[in-house]
């Protein structure tokens, strides 16, 4: 499969599950100097492998009008070398939480995956411009994930099948969180228990499993 078509193929991946509603959202990979990336305007089940835009460092689109979030999509491979994709979602349960303009704490475990004791919520910016790039940029400091204020959800992770697993991992945190405010109060882990992720995780990932 190539760039193209695997970028196609995992925006196709993410209207099933009804991340992307209408033309939401945007994956992308990185290219040698520069990024394929999913286009402007157009929705899941019509994008195809010959609409992936290129967009070189310097900006410059070739092949087509690329999302309108790539400058975010940019600004993340420029601060972050181990970002080898991204995905941006509107997916429910995300971008309520997202609305809440607060970070998701450590009330599981699997939160701890991200890189941290929470996964941060960057400030509402106007979407497409520079300035949500850099606050997106700052809230991903030290993690592999982070919502968007009254937005959505943004993950990079090394490759893109890593950051389609992240994706759907995080949509299904941020519904166990949400049901778990529901019922009542959220026990968050303490520091210690935090450590003790942090550690179990890179030890299991050194180990292969």
């Known amino acids: 499969m190539t760039s ?13 599950r009804g991340f992307t509603p209408g033309s939401a959202g945007n994956v992308s990979v990185r290219a040698r100097g520069g990024m394929l990336i999913t ?9 195809t492998a010959s609409g ?6 310097d900006g410059t689109a070739r092949g087509g009008v690329p999302s309108s979030e790539a400058p975010m999509h940019q600004a993340i491979y420029r601060a972050f070398p181990e970002a080898g994709a991204i995905i941006h979602t509107h997916a ?10 607060r970070p998701i704490p450590a009330f599981h475990y699997m939160v701890v995956a991200f890189g941290g004791a929470d996964i941060r919520c960057a400030p509402y910016v106007t979407f497409g411009t520079p300035e949500l790039a850099a606050a997106a940029v700052a809230a991903l400091a030290g993690r592999r994930a982070c919502l968007l204020a009254n937005h959505g959800v943004i993950v990079h992770a090394p490759d893109l ?3 389609l697993t ?44």
């Open 166 to 209: 992240d994706t759907i991992v995080l949509e299904s945190l941020a519904r166990q969180y949400l049901l778990a405010r529901a019922a009542g109060p959220v026990r968050v882990l303490t520091e210690e228990e935090v450590a003790a992720a942090i550690r179990r995780f890179a030890s299991y990932r050194a180990g292969g499993g």
């Open 52 to 57: 992936i835009v290129r967009v070189e460092a």
């Open 39 to 47: 286009p402007s305007g157009v929705s899941a089940e019509a994008v």
């Open 161 to 163: 099948a890593a950051a």
């Open 4 to 16: 193209r078509a695997a970028v196609a193929a995992a925006y196709r991946d993410l209207g099933r």
């Open 92 to 101: 429910e349960a995300g971008t309520a939480l997202s609305c809440l303009g």
